[in-house]
C-alpha cells in the first residue's frame, strides 16, 4: 500500500475515486477491458448489502430462483423498444465446444425475455398469480467507457421480475420496491435518495413506466442507484404469458422488474468518503469494530493480545442486538507499528477502531476514534458492549443526517433562469427542482447543451410546496415538476 | 401438477429423477439448449447449501471476493494440462458492442487462470500469503449430453483459490478444504462419502494432485460431489505468480483450489428420494415444518388458520436451536383438499408435516407425519417445539445412517474376480474396493470393458483393514487399493 495521500476530492474528485477505490482494496482492474475483480473489502459490503435487501425482499413474498446466462439473440429482438435499448451493449457467444452456434447467444444484460418466457409456460390460470421473483446475478453490458462499479462490461445484481393479473397490482408492485431499495438506500447506506417517475426518454427500454432512486454525490452529480419498472404488458405479449382470469376469458399478464447493483458500492464511496479514505456506515460494514492492541515488550504484548481477545469476546458476545451480534476484528499484526495500522483501518473505513494499551488496561478503560468524525474519546470498560452499539448507532443515523444536509445545500428548489441553470451545471453542479412543459425537445436540447438530464419527476411527497409553475427553459406552463442534474 | 404417479426407482431410475425434479419444481428446462432454470424449490436448498458452506469457508480463515466472467483465450493456453481439458468445453465470445474483438473471451468454465494472473499482481513477499479466497459463480462447459443439475452447460458453484507460501502448507489446505466438505455433506447433507485421492488419469486438468469427495446414488452409481486440488507450482509457473521469500530469494508460491456445486442437489434427490417424491434432510430444507390446518365450515376455517398460525408463531419463537429458529410454512390456500396438500408437500420433500383439525384442537394435540419413514404420530401441544426439534435432529441422523446402509450394502470389500466385478458393473453396480497395479493401461482397459472407473484412492482410514494385496485385473501385486464404480 503506498503510504502518500490520497488526492483531495476538491483537488479531483475523479482521481480521488479511483485512487481510494484502488488503495481500500475495493476492486481492481483486471486484463480484460472494463470488466473488474471485486476484492474482499468490496465483496464484504457486497454481501452485507445482499443480506440487508434479499431479507427485504423475502418479506414482500418472493422467492430467490435462477435463469441462464445465455439468451437466444432471437429473444431480444421480440420486444421493439427492447432490443434498440440493448443489442447495442451485447456480448456475443458465436462458439461453442469447438462449433459454431446455429443462433448466436446473448450473454444477459437483464433477464426479462427469457424469464417471462419461463413464465409464460409455468402460468395457465390466475391462481398461478402472481409470480414473485429474484434472481441474484452477473449480467453484461458491452460499455466503452468503464469506471470501477460505476460502469462496468460485468457486473452483479439482483434482478426482480414479477407477474400480476392486473396493471393495478403491478403498479403497486413497482411502487412497493421502490420504496424496499429507498428504506434500504437511507437505513442501511445511509444515503438519501430522491425517488420518482423517470421521463419516457430516460426510462428502461421494453417498460411502460420507470421509478429511480437518484443519490447525490459529492460532486453534485446524480448517481442512478435502482430502478424499478413496470413493464405493462409490452413483455408478455411479446413471449405469450398469457393467463385465464376467473371470468374465464385469456389475458395478457402485467409484469415487473426492478434491479440495484455492485454500483451502489461506488455510491457508498462517494456518498461518504473523505479525503482519508472510505467510511463504511456501520450497517453495512463488515467489520464495525477494529481493536488495535499496543505493546511494547513481550510482557505486554501477551497480555495485550490476551485482553484484545476478551475484549472481542465480550463484545461478540453481547445479545443486546439480538441476532445482529456487533463484528469485531482484532489487528494482532506484529512489525506493523500502531499508526501504520490506524492508517490501514481509516483507509478503509472501519467505522469504530478501540486502541488498547498497558495504561487503559490499568484504568479498565479503552480508547475509542469515529471513522466518521474522527473524534476519540476515553470509554470505561464497564459497559462498553452498549456503549459500542451506540455509538455505531448514532454514527450511522449521523451519517445519514450529514449526507442529507450536504445534498439539501446543493439543491435548488427557487425558479431559476435557464442562464443561471447553465452555469450551475458546468460549475459546482446541483439538484434543480424546476418546472418542464412536458416536450421531449426540450429535454433533448437541455442535455445537449448542458449534459444535464432529468433524473426523474419526483413523487408527490417530495415536492417542492410552492414549486415552479412555468418551465424554466420555455417559459410556459410547465407540466411537471422534474429534478435536473448531470449524471453518472 | 400432474396426478400421475411417478415412474418408480426400479422400473427406471433415470426416468423417475427427471420427473422428480420437474414436478417437485426444483428445475426445469431453458430454452437454451442445456441450461437449466432453478426454479425457488430448488434454489431454496441452494441457498440453504450456501449458507452452510459459507460459514464453514469463513471459520476456516476464507474471504469472498469476485472475478471477471471472461478470460482471455490466451490465459488458457498458459498451462499446457489445463487448456487440453478445458479448451474442447468452451463457450467462446467473438463479438461485443457489436465488433469483432481482437481476441476472443472464454466464458469462464473455472477460473484459475484469471484469478492466478490477479494474485500475482498482488504479491510481492512473504508476508502477503497465505491469500485465502473463495468466489461464488456460474461457470459455463459446453457439455454435449446435460442432465438437469448433474451436468448443465451452466452451473453455479463455489470455487476456493488458495496461494501458500510451500507444498506443504497448500497440502494441509486441499486436505482441509476436502474435509469441510466431506463434513458438510455427512451432516447438513446426510449423504456419505468416500473421500479419497484421484488418480492421474482422472485428476483436474493442471493439478498437482485432486482428492474427491465420492457419494453412492441409490442405482449404485457414484456421483463426484465436490473436489479439492492441490495445484502444485503449475499455475504459479504459467502466471508468473511468485514472491520473496524470508530469506529473500525468489520463489513460485504453491496453488489449491477446491468446489462444489448445484450438482450437489442432483446428489441430494439421488441419495434421498423415494417412489413418493423428495426427501429433504431437515438442515437443507427452506421449510422444515409445513402446518396443513382442515376445516369444514367458515367457522373452523377462521379457527383453525389462527390455530396454525398461532402454533407457527409459537414454533418459530422458540429459542431451543439458538439463532436457528425452525422454518415452518403455513399452508392456507382454499379450494385445495388436505389430501392434496399432503401429497404436493410429500413430493416437495419437506420434512415433517402437521395436521391441524377440529378434534385435535379440542385434545390440545396434533398428528404429525414424518417425511422419511411417513409415520404418523398424535402429540401433545405442550412443549411441541421441543419435540419438533428432536423429531428433525432424528430424521437427519437416521437419513444419514439409513443412506450410510445403503452404501455399505452394496459396497463390495472382499477380494472379487474380474468376471464377478463386471457382471457386478453391468448389473446391479456396487463400490468395488480391489487391488490396482497403479497402471494406466490397466484403469483404462477396465473403463472401456465396464464403463467403470477409479472413483478413488480412499483415505487410510476408509482402508478395508485386510484389504486386497492383488490386482484386480492382472492378479500382480497392488499398489494402491482403490474403489471402482460406475459415476455420473
Given at each position: ?11 479531483d ?19 480484460v ?70 443462433e ?32 441474484w446475478?452477473?449480467?453484461v ?9 460505476l ?21 403497486a ?28 426518454a ?68 462517494m ?10 456506515p ?13 505493546w ?17 469476546t ?35 473505513g ?17 480508547m ?7 473524534t ?113
Amino acid at each position: 500500500m503506498s503510504d502518500k495521500a490520497l488526492t483531495t476530492r476538491a483537488a479531483d474528485f475523479s482521481a480521488w475515486y479511483n485512487e481510494l477505490v484502488l488503495r481500500a482494496e475495493l476492486a481492481d482492474y483486471s486484463p480484460v477491458r472494463g470488466c473488474m475483480v471485486i476484492r474482499p473489502n468490496g465483496y464484504g459490503i457486497w454481501e452485507r448489502m445482499q443480506r440487508a435487501l434479499d431479507g427485504m425482499f423475502k418479506e414482500t413474498g418472493h422467492r430467490n430462483a435462477y435463469f441462464p446466462l445465455f439468451i437466444p439473440e432471437s429473444f431480444l429482438h421480440k420486444e421493439a423498444e427492447h432490443v434498440e435499448g440493448f443489442a447495442p451493449e451485447a456480448a456475443v457467444v458465436t462458439h461453442g465446444g469447438g462449433k459454431k452456434l446455429e443462433e448466436p447467444l446473448v450473454v444477459r444484460p437483464t433477464s426479462e425475455t427469457i424469464i417471462y418466457s419461463m413464465f409464460a409456460k409455468w402460468v395457465q390460470s390466475y391462481r398461478d398469480l402472481p409470480i414473485l421473483m429474484n434472481q441474484w446475478a452477473n449480467v453484461v453490458r458491452w460499455e466503452m467507457r468503464t469506471r470501477l462499479f460505476l460502469r462496468t462490461l460485468e457486473f452483479l445484481w439482483q434482478e426482480g421480475h414479477t407477474a400480476h393479473a392486473t396493471h393495478d397490482e403491478a403498479e403497486a408492485e413497482a411502487r412497493q420496491m421502490l420504496g424496499v431499495y429507498r428504506t434500504f438506500m437511507e437505513e442501511y447506506m445511509a444515503m438519501p435518495v430522491v425517488t420518482g417517475l423517470k421521463t419516457q426518454a430516460e426510462k428502461f427500454a421494453g417498460a411502460l413506466r420507470t421509478y429511480s432512486c437518484e443519490a447525490m454525490m459529492q460532486d453534485n452529480k446524480a448517481l442512478q442507484a435502482g430502478t424499478s419498472h413496470n413493464l405493462g404488458q409490452n413483455f408478455a405479449k411479446a413471449f405469450d404469458l398469457t393467463f385465464q382470469s376467473e371470468a374465464g376469458s385469456i389475458e395478457h399478464a402485467w409484469n415487473t422488474s426492478w434491479g440495484t447493483s455492485t454500483r451502489m458500492i461506488g455510491g457508498l464511496v462517494m456518498t461518504h468518503g473523505d479525503d482519508i479514505g472510505l467510511r463504511i456506515p456501520p450497517k453495512l460494514a463488515p467489520v464495525e469494530v477494529v481493536i488495535v492492541p499496543i505493546w511494547k515488550s513481550d510482557e505486554e504484548r501477551s497480555r495485550l493480545l490476551e485482553a484484545a481477545q476478551r475484549l472481542k469476546t465480550e463484545l461478540t458476545g453481547w445479545g443486546g442486538r439480538g441476532e445482529d451480534r456487533i463484528r469485531v476484528h482484532v489487528d494482532a499484526r506484529e512489525g506493523i507499528k500502531p499508526g501504520a495500522k490506524y492508517y490501514e483501518w481509516e483507509l478503509q473505513g472501519i467505522p469504530l477502531r478501540i486502541e488498547l494499551g498497558p495504561r487503559d488496561l490499568a484504568n479498565n478503560a479503552c480508547m475509542t476514534a469515529r471513522r466518521d468524525t474522527r473524534t476519540k474519546a476515553s470509554l470505561p470498560m464497564d459497559g462498553l458492549p452498549a456503549t459500542v452499539a451506540g455509538l455505531l448507532d448514532g454514527m450511522q443515523r449521523d451519517m445519514l443526517t450529514a449526507a442529507r444536509e450536504r445534498r439539501e445545500a446543493h439543491s435548488v428548489r427557487e425558479p431559476l433562469s435557464y442562464d443561471r441553470f447553465r452555469e450551475l451545471m458546468e460549475g459546482e453542479g446541483a439538484f434543480v427542482y424546476a418546472g418542464w412543459n412536458g416536450d421531449p425537445a426540450v429535454e433533448a436540447r437541455v442535455k445537449e447543451e448542458t449534459k444535464a438530464t432529468i433524473r426523474c419527476i419526483p413523487e408527490p411527497e417530495f415536492r417542492t410546496p410552492n414549486g415552479p409553475t412555468t418551465c424554466m427553459v420555455t417559459g410556459e406552463p410547465a407540466q411537471h415538476q422534474v429534478v435536473w442534474a448531470r449524471a453518472y
